[in-house]
């Protein structure tokens, strides 16, 4: 963690869980189910996973679900991508694949975006490790060989577990 980035908040004992997302029909599931829990509005989620395992398909699942309309593109050029949802939420979808220079998150004020109100969606977040806060929940999305997706759930908050809680029930 970089020393002028304390966290944000202390990580409890994590608790995990394990999805099988057969079709985009269940990454979709996923999503409403994930949409409809109130502890979302404020949270962070990490989305591992190698390219093409499906992290923009989900955030664009999860997007759609809290009521974004229009195209939503990926941030791999643009870093971030802001949304506001119908009921005001305000939505930051980060794509930190490109990300390389510790200098870029000061100048282009992310810390304060993670430090304010909204959900923050983050793919690639090893690429900016120690300027991030401890996630709320991270998804693991893997790619096996018969097309099917196991999502490995990781809460590292209270809030997190209470995300997990509703929407892997």
Known sequence: MAADHLPIVETPEAKLA???WRSEADTE????????APGLRDAFLALHGDLGAGKTTFVRHLLRA???AGRIKSPTYAVVEPHEAPDGLLIFHFDFYRFSD???WEDAGFRDIFAGPGLKLAEWPDNAAGRLPPAD???RIDTMTDDTRTVNLRAGTPRGKALLDAAAA
């Not at 599931?29 to 409809?36: G, K, Q, T």
Request: cysteine-free.
């Open 18 to 20: 394990t999805l099988t």
């Open 66 to 68: 809290l009521g974004i």
């Open 137 to 139: 929940l991270t998804l």
């Open 29 to 36: 599931a996923f999503a409403r189910a994930l949409a409809a």
């Open 102 to 104: 510790p200098r870029e």
